[in-house]
């Protein structure tokens, strides 16, 4: 069965600072990975996603992610963060189950704070 | 714009109440999900459906039950809520072409059951 791991609950960062968040996968197929963010009392947003075109993919607000087949990980990370980049951040593997279901199985989260 | 529409952000219920959470889509797609979230666990899909009348269980099926007589609407039922029911409960349809498509969101209904 497909799933993934997300290293470290809660990742603490200085503004302007490195984020880097973890994601490591387990998948006996090429697998598709998405990011997700969460913001306080909101749901899901969509952050960017992998799907085998291209390996160091771009998303929105600055992150972005790399597909390591070898590390079987898929890392997101953002140069500098901003205040505003504090959020819950869910790491989702689809699972392969043929036909037409397209089911996300998710990671338990990573909440990124950010210090002034 | 895409939109994917709770009934309900912030419900309280009783014990053994029968409680209903609706979602609706706008884009006439076929695959739509109920997750539930709770802290350190991540999301859990509940039930996903990928047509009208079709459906199949996720991970955590136990204590609830779906409905979708239209493609638009997908419903999640308790049939008699419990305490271990608190939780927040996520609608999601998939959007975009083929086997790269993502889930889209609503913003989630918050249920507490006393």
């Known amino acids: 069965a497909q799933s993934v791991t997300q290293l470290g609950s809660h990742v603490s960062v200085s503004e302007g600072a490195l984020v880097l968040l973890r994601c490591n996968y387990s998948?006996?197929?090429?697998?598709?990975l998405f990011w997700y963010v969460q913001y306080p009392n909101q749901g899901l947003q969509l952050l960017l996603k992998y799907t085998s075109a291209a390996t160091l993919v771009k998303g929105i607000n600055g992150f972005e992610a790399e597909f390591k087949k070898s590390e079987t990980s898929f890392h997101l990370t953002k140069p500098s963060a901003h205040m505003s980049d504090a959020a819950e951040y869910f790491c989702?593997?689809?699972?392969?189950?043929?036909?037409?279901?397209?089911?996300?199985?998710f990671g338990k989260g990573t909440l990124l704070t950010v210090n002034p | 714009d895409v939109k994917v529409t709770q009934s309900s952000r912030y419900l309280v219920k009783r014990t053994g109440e029968k409680v209903f959470l609706e979602c609706v889509q706008d884009m006439d797609h076929e695959n739509m999900f109920w997750y539930r979230q709770d802290p350190g666990l991540g999301l859990r899909l509940i039930y996903f459906?990928?047509?009208?009348?079709?459906?199949e269980k996720g991970d955590i099926p136990e204590g609830y039950s779906v409905s979708r007589e239209k493609k638009e609407r997908f419903s999640l039922i308790l049939e008699s809520a419990s305490t271990n029911q608190t939780s927040m409960y996520l609608c999601a349809h998939r959007v975009g072409q083929g086997r790269t498509g993502e889930l889209f969101f609503g913003e989630g209904s918050r249920l507490t059951v006393l």
């Open positions: 998948s006996s197929v090429p697998p598709y």
């Open positions: 989702a593997v689809r699972v392969n189950s043929g036909g037409s279901n397209y089911k996300l199985t």
């Open positions: 459906s990928y047509d009208v009348k079709m459906k």
